[in-house]
């Protein structure tokens, strides 16, 4: 009998579905000579301090460094304290049975690095020797399913990638459990203040610009606007140079032609520079720009679209979401045309489909070497059904984002006129000489960007044109703005760095904070923990936030390049670097922030005295990240 695992029961069942299996018995289901089980999702975590002798929260443990990690069933909380889940401990004995019985186990978890280190922590908690096979697959459609138990692979093909998830887990574990007791005791234990080694610099982030713009003291500066006459037709063109003082400012004004006096040679034009502007597509979504996008158009947490995504890939609609690549291969390319195809008859992108039928495909998010263990969010051309609202909406954006992918550059005119009138004034236009990939979704906000720099008259160097009205502009210097989910997720990709190249931005992914299937985790413990909040869809830092961040904002925990370090070194791990130097490297790490969190709990006591507490009953969390 072989034995196939699955990672969730829907993905059990409809695997057996797929191989005509149907004898349900408890905890799995038989039938063409395999057995289908699960896991639900984490049944197995590394074991907590007390399982290594730590009892009670002192300081003289402090660092907890277990020579060798242990696993622990799941707990749940109960009137009698923490328990080990008896769903769980069932699970795990039904899957021992099988395991035993089988002459072959066949991976199916996802096929990611969580969904590696789930099987491999059941495979070693129940001392397995069995040998197994890897089902690696992007698409839970039916034929993706069969082609990927035709092309199993071997188990240790993805050793690597359980080596980088474990010791993910293992850092995750060091750095939040001895950051978290450190300065909860140091602080007096007045309650539980959890950091991590990913949550604490990113709140670091949210609270440095919170303050950033509190502090903000806006600084009133002074421009001058004149109206230019082409033949009837008017356009704007705005002072060079800014004024802080505003006499200066009313100075210049007054030595630009009086324009009631009718005199017709007010402006003279200096220049005129006309040049085609291309912007090119942009790339196939990954987990985090789907996020960065949902929750732009409409205001969908990050959480919310994993979740939605997670559904309309199990529904068999969409590849693999949890993918950090935004490019596909060559081969994957073969079957886009077909994609395209049966999106003809969708309501909303059927005519821009027929299009480009017509034209050779924009290739630029195609290349085989950019792509990870999975390749770009794609449509599957499965047809949906009867999807809710939300769910529409988040395939929509998968569907559109391809057909912007593989669609012609937007072709634009810029224009800049130099004028002169005392001063040097530029007008600045811009027309739209083709939509190309931005006519997919009729990109109105693109529209609304251009109101203030319309299409501008055909003028000539030398002209001279009448002023017909001229104004001195009060402005103010404006801070940052907070950070929403978009923004934050996208400054996640580089570790805070403001980066708006998408290519650049991209390249960077394995030195940013957390991945892209951890980051929603993240901003949803940040708010569980009572550290931050969503106002209206701002993440705004609570009184305790920002407390925790005024003691911690100095310290190694806090910043975020360093933890992009980390997140490069794992990275480098799932491509077969040394586990014995990082791990000896994150033991030093450990040590030092510790050390550091044990001084500074006064001044956090004091701090605390007047923040919100947290609800009854909080945890320290150890999943990853």
């Not at 397995?128 to 992007?138: A, D, M, T, V």
Request: glycine share 6%; net charge neutral; proline share 4%.
């Amino acid at each position: 009998m072989k034995i196939v695992i699955a990672e969730k029961p829907s993905v059990g069942r409809e695997l057996a579905k797929v191989f005509g299996a149907t004898t349900k018995k408890d905890g799995y289901i038989e039938g063409k000579g395999y057995s289908f089980t699960w896991a639900f999702g984490h049944l197995l975590q590394l074991a907590p301090p007390q399982d290594y002798g730590f009892i009670g929260w002192r300081r003289q443990h402090l660092p907890m460094l277990p020579k060798k990690f242990k696993l622990a069933i799941r707990k749940i909380k109960t009137k009698d304290g923490m328990v080990e889940d008896p769903g769980v401990r069932k699970q795990l004995d039904i899957i021992k049975k099988l395991f035993d019985e089988a002459e072959e186990i066949i991976v199916a978890t996802d096929a990611g690095r969580e969904g590696e280190l789930i099987f491999r922590y059941i495979y070693y908690f129940l001392k397995c020797k069995k040998p197994f096979r890897r089902l690696w697959i992007s698409s839970q459609t039916d034929e993706a399913i069969k082609e990927g138990f035709r092309n199993l692979k071997p188990g240790t093909e993805y050793d690597t990638l359980f080596n980088s998830a474990h010791m993910r887990s293992e850092s995750d574990w060091l750095v939040g459990m001895n950051a978290t007791q450190a300065l909860s005791i140091s602080a007096g234990n007045r309650s539980v203040l959890s950091l991590g080694r990913v949550q604490t610099p990113t709140l670091a982030m949210i609270c440095s610009r919170f303050l950033e713009i509190k502090n903000f003291v806006p600084q009133a500066y002074y421009q001058l606007a004149i109206q230019v006459d082409k033949d009837g037709q008017l356009f704007r063109a705005m002072s060079v140079n800014n004024f802080d003082k505003k006499e200066d400012a009313e100075e210049l004004l007054a030595k630009i032609e009086d324009v009631a006096s009718g005199f017709t040679n007010g402006a003279k034009i200096i220049s005129v520079e006309a040049k085609p502007r291309k912007e090119p597509p942009p790339l196939l979504h990954d987990l985090s720009s789907l996020q960065q996008e949902a929750n732009k158009r409409k205001g969908y947490t990050a959480d919310q679209t994993l979740s939605l995504l997670q559904g309309l890939y199990e529904s068999k609609l969409v590849t693999y979401p949890r993918t950090g690549s935004r490019y596909i291969g060559d081969d994957v390319f073969a079957g886009v045309p077909t994609l395209i195809d049966k999106l003809k008859s969708h309501k909303d992108f059927g005519r821009q489909a027929e299009f480009l039928q017509s034209i050779p495909l924009n290739k630029r998010s195609v290349n085989a070497k950019k792509v990870t263990d999975h390749h770009a969010i794609l449509p599957t051309g499965e047809v949906p059904y009867h999807l809710g609202s939300d769910q529409q909406a988040v395939y929509d954006m998968v569907v559109g984002r391809m057909l912007e992918a593989f669609h012609q550059e937007c072709v634009k005119e810029i224009t800049k006129i130099s004028v002169e009138s005392g001063s040097l004034f530029i007008a600045n236009g811009t027309v739209i000489r083709s939509a190309g990939w931005r006519s997919v979704f009729n990109e109105s906000d693109e529209e609304k960007k251009d109101e203030d720099n319309p299409a501008l008259p055909k003028v000539k160097k030398g002209e001279e044109l009448p002023i017909t009205n001229k104004a001195l502009l009060e402005k103010q210097t404006k801070p940052k703005p907070m950070y929403n989910e978009a923004s934050l997720l996208k400054a996640l990709e580089t570790s805070g760095k403001d980066i708006e190249d998408e290519e650049l931005r991209y390249a960077m992914k394995d030195s940013g904070l957390g991945t892209p299937a951890t980051r929603a985790s993240i901003i949803e413990t940040l708010i569980n923990r009572e550290y931050i909040s969503r106002e209206k869809r701002n993440l705004v830092p609570t009184t305790k936030g920002l407390a925790v961040y005024d003691v911690v904002k100095d310290q190694k925990i806090a910043q975020a390049e360093l933890t992009g370090q980390w997140e490069k070194r794992l990275e480098e791990i799932r491509s077969g670097a040394s586990v014995v130097d990082f791990k000896a490297e994150i033991a030093e790490y450990t040590t030092a922030i510790t050390n550091e969190l044990l001084l500074s709990g006064n001044t956090l006591a004091a701090k605390l005295a007047s923040a919100p507490q947290p609800t009854a009953g909080a945890v320290v969390e150890t999943k990853a990240d």
